[in-house]
């Protein structure tokens, strides 16, 4: 006889207990033999070795349903009790790449952000090209959530050149990560959309999910992880020679950056526009571009674009 406690990971209780406990009292009794017990945020399971060991990989299945879809319904807990363990998801379920708090659903919006998708299922390393507002960084980052939550991947590696700060990095106040975290704060605003708090926080904490600038890539080899350059456009031909090199076994990469905003001095050449010119027609990449089409913030947004283009137009 064995004793061990589970913990409850960061989902909707109600998914995973039911409405007056009616899925936790399902789950209990198909295994009569064990003493249960739930206190707080883990459960207490007394028994048989064998038995808690089927216990706790049921549980860990369930909770990986929930995180997946966000929902448990009791027929689809009756399947999994019956030992099928390729759940399909409820209908309208098919076509969400990730479930956030509160059961938010992150979902490719347009032709191209799809596109972004399908290349990601079909390619290590993808460059999604296209203005400001067309979602391109926030499919990435629910793909690389995705990912995680698999466990196709060990780890969520977030970077951006750090152009703006520059030579007057040294000015800002408090060290290196508050100088820093401004400047990343999109990428944690995304994540933020799709994973809880605390879980996040865990995450970066553990160093699953790592946000950095690009400098800090160097010299690495990143096995086993999702890797998304942002703000790619601001990125010299060598950074971006050194960042995609740094892939390593089992590894997917996004790049993602908009040709219409680069920071750099006139005298650099953007590494993004450079790396797509010579890797267009490369096996395994896959090169997406976006445009005002694939707007899906405020609908001002796509006519500033548009305008923007037609004055650059007019001017050339």
Not at 43 to 57: P, R, S, W
Not at 68 to 95: C, F, R, T, V
Not at 199 to 213: D, M
């Amino acid at each position: 006889m064995i004793e061990k406690e589970i913990y409850l990971p960061p989902i909707d209780p109600i998914e995973f207990f039911g409405p007056n406990n009616i899925k936790y009292k399902r789950i209990i009794a198909q295994f009569p033999k064990l003493k249960v017990v739930s206190r707080g945020n883990f459960i207490k399971v007394n028994g048989n070795e064998q038995e808690v060991a089927q216990f706790d990989d049921l549980l860990t299945l369930l909770f990986w349903h929930i995180e997946k879809y966000h929902s448990l319904s009791m027929m689809q807990l009756e399947k999994i009790l019956a030992g099928d363990k390729e759940i399909q998801p409820e209908p309208g379920q098919e076509n969400v790449l990730v479930f956030g708090p509160g059961g938010t659903r992150v979902t490719a919006k347009t032709p191209n952000q799809t596109r972004i998708v399908q290349a990601c299922d079909q390619n290590d390393m993808i460059f999604a090209i296209g203005p400001a507002g067309t979602g391109k960084t926030y499919t990435a980052v629910a793909l690389a959530v995705r990912a995680l939550k698999e466990k196709h991947i060990k780890r969520i590696i977030l970077t951006r050149p750090a152009v703006e700060a520059g030579e007057n990095l040294g000015f800002l106040p408090g060290d290196l990560k508050e100088k820093l975290d401004p400047y990343l704060q999109p990428l944690y605003d995304a994540l933020m959309d799709m994973i809880p708090y605390e879980k996040l926080a865990e995450y970066i904490e553990k160093n699953v999910i790592e946000i950095a600038p690009l400098a800090f890539m160097r010299g690495r080899t990143l096995d086993k992880a999702f890797v998304i350059l942002d703000e790619a456009q601001n990125a010299t031909v060598g950074q971006m020679k050194m960042f995609l090199t740094r892939m390593g076994q089992n590894a997917k990469f996004i790049i993602t950056g908009d040709a219409s905003q680069i920071d750099l001095p006139r005298s650099q050449k953007s590494g993004l526009m450079h790396a797509v010119n010579i890797l267009r027609n490369t096996p395994d990449i896959a090169i997406i571009e976006l445009d005002d089409k694939d707007v899906i913030r405020h609908k001002l947004v796509r006519k500033i674009i548009q305008a923007y283009e037609k004055s650059e137009n007019e001017s050339a």
